[in-house]
């Protein structure tokens, strides 16, 4: 049976280039993984007075959480830290207390920017916020931290050099062999 992954893009922008990325690694990943957006632009702000009674939009993220059997987050960088909307979306599928649909999730982080370190500290800052959500992480090494320039995505969506391109190949052959090997024990 194909692996489910759910996957978050950190930016809400159209022509996001994390949305484009997110889009060029699914292609990379194997035929037994099927990826799903999940969906976090329509969520709002989180209170915690609306614990007891969610909104159906955070309802349906907290189902199609639940359905997947790992996440992969694609973020930027947002004044050195991660986006508000995609917190925002972890905070609600977490809440409230002792009904976090993130627990168990075994979680790959990369992401890209158009400054020079990519989306490093974004991703350190992830990485303190899913160890608490109780989310395996794949080992740190090969990290994605990637500086997106004019040509980096060919006309087709894919990514334009061959060495980069091996590089993403090689860190989504490991990302699905350990999901495997993540979910399998369980």
């Known amino acids: 049976m194909p692996k489910q992954i759910g996957y978050l893009v950190g930016s809400l922008r159209k022509d996001s280039i994390n949305r484009k990325l997110a889009a060029a690694l699914i292609k990379l990943a194997p035929p037994d993984f099927n990826f799903r957006e999940l969906r976090i632009g329509d969520l709002p702000l989180y209170n915690q007075d609306d ?31 991660i986006p508000g909307v995609l917190k925002n979306a972890l905070d609600h599928a977490s809440r409230p207390y002792g009904q976090n649909a993130w627990a168990g999730k075994p979680v790959g ?19 303190s916020v899913v160890a608490f959500l109780d989310m395996p992480q794949i080992a740190t090494q090969p990290e994605v931290y990637l500086q997106i320039k004019d040509g980096f995505f060919d006309d ?13 190949h090689g860190w989504m052959d490991k990302y699905v062999s350990w999901v495997k090997r993540i979910t399998e024990t369980r």
């Not at 907290?62 to 830290?81: F, G, H």
């Not at 989306?119 to 990485?127: G, I, M, P």
């Not at 087709?156 to 993403?168: D, H, P, Q, V």
């Open 109 to 127: 982080i990369v992401g890209s920017s158009i400054g020079a370190i990519g989306t490093a500290v974004a991703q350190s800052h992830l990485r």
């Open 51 to 81: 614990d007891r009674a969610q909104a159906p939009e955070v309802q349906r993220l907290k189902s199609e959480v639940r359905a997947c059997d790992a996440v992969m987050i694609v973020t930027p960088e947002y004044n050195r830290s």
């Open 156 to 168: 087709a969506g894919n990514i334009a050099n061959a060495e980069t391109r091996k590089f993403l």
